[in-house]
């Protein structure tokens, strides 16, 4: 308890220097913007605009164009404007790969970034590291994948998510005095997510719960009806799911089938629209890196990028307009590599790979550090629930959007 | 394990092979009269789907009226796609790029109007289930397996007891001897493609009733229809039904009994040994 | 003399010309590729050609055994997945160039495996063959996902040793995949023209009648199948370094099987080359339109380019190429004045004294041959004797069993009892192929071309298989001497839809000569024809015949049959009911009555 105590006091004083120094920049940047001049700084990248991970690059997509936009008209970078050159990698890993070859050795791009999805990214960190390249990128799931000593992750899950995820989800439960005692853990065999439920069942084995149900089922299952059957019948007070995408939202479905709600209920990486537009989605917990709430959107900068999100988001016909994990950590990967090369003034990348390292960046999502294994510092990942139809951050308290606590049953 | 998990699990996979059956009825009638194997019907159905979701969905029409104005809709398209083929004379393989290349362009189209997110018709007129003893029947899901299963047999008895299905089907014996008795072949093959039209058309309604949908899951059904289609035998509708039937529930029942994750091995280990042992049958 | 010229050169086995030109041309390229990295292009490049080689190598594999034996695979995914899954688990702990040889091992073994059960259903061919390689495919991709093979969390290939061969290990992996592709294009190349190839071909347009011919159908499906999914394997094993991380979901989603059938049809699936333009055009498609902008623009020209592609080169690139090619050649041959009368061919043995009928040596006797479909007896307890140098008339009602006869004769079906003995030897359960290689040959009453190889080449395809086992160098002049003999020589680049009936008929003809055959059996020769053409098919058996072949002639024509037989059998309702001279036999009050008594007896 004193270690956790400990690590949520460090991880509030992250959160507030972050704060101060996003708004610090926010204050600067009107003051020092002129027009930029010069030849831009090419910025390369690839993203899943195609294929069956389209729906999340197309977020990954409206956060970068907004991002570059906004970065240009206060000034651009070392008073060169910004150009993101991207290219559409089609969903598909061995076309990522050759795409930053050729982003790299053909169009000499000056910097790039990473693309959507872990098996992407990890194509991606292999050209990056052929050519010493610094990478940062957005959603990558798997930090011990990550060896490569120039990448950092704009999304700090810290280096073992399988054990902090559920830690928190429990422990949000917990606070409420109706922490469960049994847990169904259902998961996919999708890489990034079937480690997590992994962990969970480590987690709730050293906290006592019984385990009352452990089930894998196939990634693109379409008929959740046994499944659902399976975990009615278990009944457990939690039900735990290793889920991606609407996986979530599929079981929920079937179980409403058979006239089931679970009591508690966590998705590792659901779609956040859907879960929080379905009735069946009501007191879902899930993790968030960012979210258009107090406090963290308080800084001037995560209230334009939100504000800025919400429109194109609306504009692009997206149903679900609302900033949340994959929008934040996607737009603090790009605050982390403009940063580091507006404080060092350089385009090196090993001058900017020796900054990040020491001294961390300043990001939406809070102050993220690199000091860990893998260039994973502290987990910033936050414990959010829907509630009233839409998703709030519960967890931890500090965090928490005034006026809400965790919701068990 | 319970009885009652069994039951609410072998429902669960006659449901899915219903749909399977539904989605596959089309495919099946269009390859083997037409012989064309059309990718595209997967579009289609999709396509149908965001119109169910567009028009019952966010514009509040009401569902019926939807399904109704959808079905002359797609037999419309597939009407068209079949004066594209016969117009080409593109035999059976290459039918597959053809169609493939629509699906592509259809997926895409799809995407620019709808977005690549997730989209979600609630549906009320559909709601809830029925409890018989311990069992649930879910509302939408018997409605569709209701519909599925009575088209393939509409469809089977329209084939063997019609003036048009008996021609149609001596047209595929001999041509030549059907054309003597007067059988208009080009307007019959053009009366199949738009049936397997207008089932894309009913397929989609019910997918989008049932599933969130997103433009790259359009050929999510791909490989399990194209094993009932086949495994049922091309053109026939009753083996259709079984064979959807039978991968739904052996799929299901695995999934009840073991890891899920296991699932697929069943059907398509059942469907292999089915092969190479009963050939004569399959 | 310059017809003969002119058709010389598009003779498939290959004009000495191209024989030599296209592998020098392989291995320029394949050397071109090679130092390619000595000038340093910039490494997307190599990237590119990499995923350029790699569906070279994928599209021709698959051709091997779909394109070229029709087997229409709807699974090569599992092949390449068994690869990519040798590599991902193996590359730790071996060399890579352990890796890539056990990947094709047992990529090749599974294909063979799978083969050994499947071929030896008759029914499993195309819609139903790609139904169980779909199957196999889910089923193997389910138990990798579920076993520590894989298990769900994937195989990333960490710290796999490259050795560096230019400046870095990726260019090794470039390297491979050509090495990889340009070793598809040559096996591919040498398959189509091969043996193999020829047989593949055959088995390709009718598996049947390739398997009457001689050609050892099963082994010959075995092998292309082995060839194709080693390939696979080989390129899967290269891919997974190259992607270097590999899920199930990857490996094993329906889109690779798919976009190789694609690249295969688009370039011509019945052609050594034709997938490699295919790999090129749809790859340099998908790389062409990239940009980050148009993403959704791009895949509407994708779309549509592979509809355009299919709608205006039906045959694929390839086939237009032949198109042209055969263009160019056919209105020259219908141009030229009449071949010169073809001077009678010597057959062996020929102008030798005919033995009198009972000296005769019995070659093939048959011992109470019995079999039963379905409860009907098709044949029931028959004995017989053919003997060296006679023409035995086979004759009997509809449905009397002479077909069946025939086909048992020729190893079709198997009989349920007897022994059939060719000069001692039990051939009543051997192989189709096997009895034609032992110098029995068949036509059929409704003429069975192989209907996509030209009038010679079908000819050459029972030269080659069949009792005279020729090299395929000596199977052309073989072939041309048969046509000439039955008066197609014109027609040897024609395709047989190209033909009349009787053209066809003489076709089949030419096919059995050509094998060299000791027994013929004509089943029906004179069906359909006119009466003119009966005569000079008439005279063409007896030319055939050129007193020592010994025939087998199954007729309803009787002035036809009293005219040539030496000998007639008659069957009725699958017993044999009379035996001798033409003309006793018809006298037979047995026959008559078996005549009479069948309501749909002609002649």
């Known amino acids: 308890m004193q270690g956790r105590n400990f690590a949520d006091a460090t991880r509030r004083s992250m959160l507030i220097a972050g704060f101060g120094l996003t708004l610090a920049v926010g204050a600067l940047a009107p003051a020092t913007a002129q027009q930029p001049s010069g030849p831009p700084i090419r910025i390369g990248g690839t993203l899943a605009l195609t294929g069956p991970l389209a729906q999340t690059g197309a977020i990954h997509k409206i956060v970068g164009d907004l991002f570059v936009e906004q970065l240009n008209k206060k000034g651009g970078l070392l008073g060169r404007p910004v150009e993101w050159v991207l290219l559409d990698d089609q969903s598909k890993p061995d076309v990522t790969r050759t795409l930053y070859e050729r982003l790299i050795t053909v169009d000499k791009v000056d910097l790039i970034i990473g693309p959507y999805a872990t098996a992407s990214i990890l194509s991606a960190m292999a050209v990056a590291q052929r050519y010493n390249k610094i990478l940062v990128h957005s959603t990558f799931g798997i930090p011990k994948l990550a060896t490569y000593e120039r990448q950092f992750p704009g999304w700090p899950l810290g280096f073992e998510p399988e054990k902090g995820m559920p830690t928190a989800a429990l422990d949000a439960l917990n606070s409420t005095g109706k922490g469960p005692k049994s847990i169904a853990i259902v998961t996919s065999k999708f890489p990034s997510v079937q480690f997590v439920a992994a962990g969970a069942r480590e987690v709730a084995k050293s906290r006592g719960l019984k385990e009352a149900l452990y089930l894998e089922f196939e990634f693109g299952t379409r008929d959740f009806g046994p499944i659902a059957a399976r975990v009615r019948e278990a009944d457990a007070d939690f039900l735990f799911m290793g889920a991606i995408g609407l996986e979530g939202n599929q079981l929920l479905e079937a179980l409403e089938k058979l006239n089931y709600k679970p009591r508690n209920h966590f998705y590792v990486y659901p779609t956040p629209g859907p879960m929080a537009s379905s009735p069946l989605g009501d007191g879902a917990l899930s993790n968030t890196a960012f979210e258009n709430l107090p406090p963290l959107n308080a800084s001037p900068s995560a209230a334009a990028f939100a504000k800025g999100f919400n429109e194109a988001a609306a504009k692009a016909g997206l149903p679900y307009t609302e900033p949340e994990t994959q929008a934040g950590a996607s737009w603090s990967a790009w605050e982390i590599l403009t940063g580091a090369v507006a404080a060092t003034k350089s385009l090196d990348d090993k001058v900017l790979t020796e900054w990040l390292k020491k001294n961390g960046a300043d990001t939406i999502i809070g102050h993220i550090s690199f000091n860990g294994p893998n260039n994973y510092g502290p987990d910033l990942m936050r414990i959010k629930q829907v509630q009233k139809g839409k998703w709030v951050i519960i967890w931890p308290k500090d965090i928490a959007t005034p006026g809400y606590s965790p919701q068990a049953k | ?282 | 003399m310059s017809i003969s010229m002119s058709s010389q050169n598009i003779v498939p086995a290959r004009a000495s010309a191209t024989r030599f030109v296209v592998p020098a041309l392989l291995i320029a390229a394949t050397v071109f590729f090679v130092m390619l990295p000595a000038f340093k292009p910039p490494p997307f490049f190599e990237s590119l050609l990499y995923l350029l080689f790699f569906w070279i190598a994928l599209a021709t594999s698959w051709t091997i055994l779909s394109g070229f034996t029709g087997y229409f695979s709807f699974g090569h995914g599992a092949f390449y997945g068994v690869g990519m899954y040798t590599t991902a688990n193996l590359a730790g702990t071996l060399s890579i160039w352990w890796c890539l040889p056990i990947a094709a091992l047992l990529a090749a073994l599974l294909g063979v495996a799978i083969g050994a059960v499947v071929f030896r259903v008759r029914r499993l061919r195309g819609e139903l063959f790609a139904l169980l390689t779909l199957a196999l495919t889910i089923v193997l991709a389910t138990i990798i996902l579920n076993t520590p093979i894989d298990g769900g969390p994937g195989k990333y290939l960490l710290g796999v040793q490259l050795p560096v061969i230019y400046e870095n290990s990726a260019t090794t992996i470039y390297l491979m995949g050509a090495l990889v592709a340009m070793g598809s294009l040559a096996i591919a190349r040498w398959v189509q023209y091969s043996r193999l190839g020829r047989g593949l071909f055959a088995i390709s347009d009718d598996e049947d009648v390739a398997e009457v011919l001689g050609v050892p159908t099963y082994r010959y499906k075995l092998l292309a199948f082995a060839i194709s999914s080693g390939i696979a394997g080989v390129a899967g094993a290269v891919q997974a370094v190259f992607v270097s991380y590999v899920t199930v979901s990857e490996t094993f989603s329906g889109t690779i099987a798919l976009y190789v059938i694609l690249m295969s049809v688009i370039g011509g699936a019945r052609h050594w080359l034709g997938p490699a333009i295919g790999a090129t055009f749809v790859t340099l498609l998908n790389f062409t339109f990239v940009s980050g902008d148009s993403a959704l623009a791009a895949r509407i020209v994708i779309g549509l380019a592979l509809i355009l592609a299919t709608l205006f080169l039906p045959e694929g690139v390839v086939g237009l190429f032949r198109k042209r090619r055969l263009a160019h050649v056919q209105p020259a041959l219908e141009a030229a004045p009449a071949a010169p009368p073809v001077p009678p061919v010597t057959l062996r043995g020929a102008g030798v004294a005919v033995a009198p009928q009972l000296e005769r040596k019995v070659i093939l006797r048959g011992e109470g041959i019995s079999l039963a479909f379905r409860g009907v007896q098709a044949l029931d307890r028959v004995d017989f004797e053919i003997r060296e140098g006679e023409i035995l008339g086979l004759v009997g009602p509809n449905g009397s069993g002479k077909s069946t006869l025939i086909n048992v004769m020729s190893g079709f079906y198997k009989p349920d009892g007897g022994r059939l003995l060719l000069d001692g030897e039990n051939i009543a359960r051997a192989p189709a192929h096997h009895i034609a290689q032992l110098g029995i040959a068949r036509t059929f009453q409704i003429p069975r071309p192989f209907p996509r190889l030209t009038v010679l080449e079908n000819v050459m395809v029972a030269a080659m298989f069949g009792g005279a086992s020729m090299r395929q160098t000596m199977s052309i002049v073989k072939a041309r001497e048969m046509l000439a003999f039955v008066g197609l020589a014109e027609r040897a680049q024609a395709l047989p839809s190209q033909l009349n009936l009787h053209q066809r008929k003489f076709l089949e003809l030419a096919r059995v000569l050509a094998s060299d055959a000791r027994i013929v059996m004509l089943d029906e020769v004179l069906a359909g024809l006119t009466p003119a053409e009966i005569t000079s098919a008439i005279a063409m058996v007896r030319r055939i015949h050129g007193g020592t072949r010994t025939i087998v002639f199954v007729e309803h024509n009787m002035r036809a049959v009293i005219e040539l037989t030496d000998r007639l059998i008659v069957l009725n309702q699958g017993r044999l009911i009379a035996e001798g001279a033409p003309r006793e036999v018809m006298d037979d009050p047995a026959v008559v009555r078996a005549y009479l008594g069948a309501p749909d007896a002609e002649g």
């Open chain 2, 1 to 282: 394990m319970s009885a009652t998990l069994l039951g609410q699990s072998i429902l669960s996979g006659i449901f899915a092979g219903s749909l399977y059956a539904l989605i596959g009825l089309g495919m099946s009638l269009s390859w083997r009269y037409l012989r064309v194997i059309n990718l595209a019907h997967f579009a289609f159905v999709f396509f149908a789907a965001y119109l169910t979701y567009e028009f019952a969905g966010v514009r509040g029409v009401n569902p019926f009226v939807v399904a109704l104005a959808l079905v002359p809709l797609f037999f419309l398209l597939g009407v068209l796609q079949q004066v594209l083929i016969l117009r080409f004379s593109i035999n059976e393989f290459s039918s597959i790029i053809v169609t493939y290349g629509l699906a592509i362009v259809a997926e895409a189209v799809i995407q620019l109007i709808w977005s690549a997110d997730f989209v979600r018709y609630e549906n009320r007129a559909m709601h809830g289930n029925l409890a018989l003893g311990t069992l649930l029947f879910p509302v939408a899901d018997l409605v569709m397996a209701g519909i599925a299963i009575g088209l393939c047999f509409a469809v089977w008895a329209a084939l063997h007891f019609t003036w048009l299905g008996k021609a149609l089907r001596a047209g595929l014996d001999n041509p030549q001897i059907a054309a003597s008795f007067g059988v208009p072949n080009q307007r019959l093959l053009l009366l199949v493609a738009g049936s397997a039209g207008a089932l894309a058309a009913v397929g989609g309604f019910f997918v989008a009733v049932l599933y969130t949908l997103a433009p790259s899951q359009i050929f999510s059904w791909l490989g399990v229809v194209f094993a009932a289609v086949l495994l049922g035998g091309l053109g026939n509708p009753i083996g259709l039904v079984a064979a959807s039937l039978l991968i739904g529930i052996s799929e299901a029942i695995t999934m009840a009994v073991t890891a899920p994750s296991w699932a697929p091995v069943v059907p398509f280990t059942i469907l292999i040994l089915l092969l190479v042992l009963w050939p004569e049958r399959v």
